[in-house]
């Protein structure tokens, strides 16, 4: 029961963030409507919006290695994905070698899958179609747009390159 | 006038990122590298054009257009991700099999779907 | 700041490029993908503009068609999907 207050707790604080963010003006009535809603929307999805521990990302370990991650290891990532697509896109001879690729990754948590597959999608060249698990091991499969090796280990190290070490350090 | 120039600069890259996925979406060949070309234009067009709009904002003061534009952009990113992933997956499902692919492991691992 | 008015049109321009995509795309993910593309450059060109003009009610149009082109793609993905 204790568990299952704190998580309507939090993503009701997430909520009343988010809305103060959107909207910023900050008369009665805005808050009150604001803290209503965010209520109600708290009371019907934390079941599916928090599993594990509630406050967990807000330890300070934890929250120092999320804004390192998010300000600067993702970036450079995303700007030599972005920098290598463009140029594919532009060059006259459209050197493309897609192909859909199965790369195994060694996170046990859910956000932490969530998290990297999403990271992995937002790099350009890049996308992932679906993750499996089997046998204690979970897999994604990726489509690449130029595969330069068909190895999966290989393939694995170069498409997630620093970022998988750095999500480690995150969730377990 | 410095500030200027760097929100110059800021919309240049914006506009040129758009760009490259615009003719990547108009010259690729099959429907998941076009996908792929959109991905250009949901991070880099939309991330660089509004962090010179947010900077413009902050230099003349005004707080609230800056955090709302910033607000809108990290939740067009967010989001293009989710979308992404969900009609790659939709398409695959729904028969659309390119006649270019190298290697195809889901179509190994799952040959009746 | 002139540059936004141009920044705004390079943008217009390049939905209106897209709806090329759109009209002859050979299938239907095509045709999402571009009707997406479509959303997020007409949701910048909307910022820009309210920036310039210095009137909030854009940025609200703007969010809005964010919310609904996100909608409307994840949508069409389930419906494709055969899951809906």
């Excluded at chain 1, 390192?68 to 070698?97: G, H, M, Q, T």
């Excluded at chain 2, 506009?15 to 250009?40: E, H, I, K, Y």
């Excluded at chain 2, 969900?86 to 179509?107: C, F, M, Q, T």
């Amino acid at each position: 029961m204790k568990n299952k207050s704190a998580a309507v707790f939090a993503t009701f604080i997430l909520c009343y963030l988010v809305w103060i963010l959107f909207t910023l003006t900050f008369t009665a009535q805005e808050l009150i409507v604001g803290a209503i809603v965010s209520l109600l929307v708290a009371l019907f999805t934390a079941n599916y919006f928090i599993h594990e521990d509630a406050f967990y990302l807000l330890k300070p370990n934890v929250l120092i290695n999320f804004i390192i991650y998010v300000l600067f290891i993702f970036p450079v990532e995303l700007w030599k994905a972005n920098v290598d697509v463009a140029k594919r896109a532009l060059s006259p001879k459209l050197p493309i070698n897609p192909g859909i690729v199965k790369v195994p990754v060694d996170l046990k948590s859910e956000y932490g899958l969530a998290m990297l597959a999403n990271s992995i999608t937002l790099t350009p060249g890049t996308i992932t179609m679906d993750i499996v698990e089997e046998n204690g091991q979970n897999f994604y499969y990726i489509h690449w747009i130029d595969v330069a090796s068909k190895n999966s280990k290989e393939a694995g190290d170069m498409i997630k390159g620093r970022l998988e070490n750095w999500i480690r350090r995150i969730w377990k | 006038m410095i500030v200027r120039i760097i929100i110059d600069l800021f919309l240049i890259l914006g506009c040129f990122f758009a760009f490259a996925g615009v003719v990547g979406l108009l010259r690729m060949p099959d429907s998941f590298t076009r996908m792929q070309s959109s991905t250009n234009i949901a991070t880099f067009g939309v991330l660089w054009t509004v962090l010179g709009v947010a900077i413009y904002a902050f230099a003349n003061q005004n707080f609230v257009f800056g955090i709302k534009t910033l607000m809108i952009g990290i939740f067009i990113v967010l989001t293009s991700a989710v979308a992404g992933h969900a009609i790659l997956k939709g398409g695959y499902k729904h028969g659309i099999r390119p006649s270019n692919l190298v290697v195809d492991e889901y179509r190994r691992d799952n040959p009746n779907e | 700041m002139i540059e936004f008015v141009y920044v705004g049109i390079f943008y217009v321009l390049l939905a209106l490029i897209l709806l090329y995509r759109v009209f002859k795309g050979p299938s239907v993910v095509d045709r999402a993908v571009a009707a997406d593309s479509i959303d997020i450059l007409t949701a910048v060109a909307l910022i820009v503009f309210s920036v310039f003009s210095n009137r909030s009610i854009y940025l609200d149009i703007a969010l809005v068609l964010a919310i609904l082109g996100f909608l409307g793609t994840v949508l069409i993905a389930r419906y494709l999907e055969g899951r809906l």
